[in-house]
């Protein structure tokens, strides 16, 4: 049984810092494509950044390029999501996604 667990969030000033966590279990952690996705309230759930399992190889959204880092540790099966120059409009729950599964979130706020 996959189990995501998502943590990390909080409330950040803009132009702050935040790094994500996801713990998983129930599946071959270094053989699976571990992504993050987000929904701001009122929007739907939004692609973020994935990384592939076998050569590290990222992709991100355009909206996040170049501000935030996907990453992983194979040895403690943990997916990251280190979150740089936050802005407002990245105010969100942020939730880890494999195989069709999903964590249940972490909220994210950017906000003076």
């Known amino acids: 049984q996959v189990q995501l667990v998502e943590s990390g969030g909080g409330l950040v000033q803009p132009g702050g810092s935040l790094r994500l966590s996801c713990a998983a279990s129930g599946f071959t952690f270094n053989r699976s494509t571990m992504s993050w996705f987000r929904q701001a309230p009122g929007k739907e759930r939004e692609f973020v950044a994935s990384?592939?399992?076998?050569?590290?190889?990222?992709y991100y959204a355009d909206s996040v390029k170049g501000r935030f880092t996907i990453s992983r540790d194979n040895a403690k099966n943990t997916a990251y999501l280190q979150m740089n120059s936050l802005k407002p409009e990245d105010t969100a729950v942020y939730y880890c996604?494999?195989?069709?599964?999903w964590g249940q979130g972490t909220q994210v706020t950017v906000s003076s």
């Open positions: 996604n494999v195989l069709g599964s």
């Open positions: 990384i592939w399992w076998s050569s590290g190889w990222t």
